[in-house]
């Protein structure tokens, strides 16, 4: 099993800056990618960024050039940098893990605020 826990949420105004970290514990070795997605109210989750094992990142195109997945392998963490924040990034953001056989583990988000 692999567990996933959030944290970095929080308010902040137009054109700031927040970080989010997941850390992850359990069966690591299982997993293949690590990603964030994130849901608005009254609207579907979405796809937010991922890291592949290999390092490979890729962004969905609302978010490419302002956020920036990392991770630190001897922490056992993954991160999601948002800069230039905008009021349209208002969402529970997720942390997702996908096994190498297609599992996929969520956390139990973070919620974050952009307003003025």
């Known amino acids: 099993q692999v567990q996933l826990v959030e944290s970095g949420g929080g308010l902040v105004q137009p054109g700031g800056s927040l970080g989010l970290s997941c850390v992850v514990s359990?069966?690591?070795?299982?997993?293949?990618?690590m990603a964030w997605y994130r849901q608005a109210p009254g609207k579907q989750r979405e796809w937010v960024a991922i890291?592949?094992?290999?390092?490979?990142?890729n962004y969905a195109d609302s978010v490419k050039g302002r956020f920036t997945i990392s991770r630190d392998n001897a922490k056992n963490t993954v991160y999601l940098q948002m800069n230039s924040l905008k009021p349209e990034d208002t969402a529970v953001y997720y942390c997702?893990?996908?096994?190498?056989?297609?599992?996929?583990?969520w956390g139990q988000g973070t919620q974050v605020t952009v307003s003025s």
């Open positions: 997702n893990a996908v096994e190498r056989s297609g599992n996929r583990h």
């Open positions: 359990g069966n690591i070795f299982a997993i293949n990618a």
């Open positions: 890291i592949i094992r290999d390092g490979t990142t």
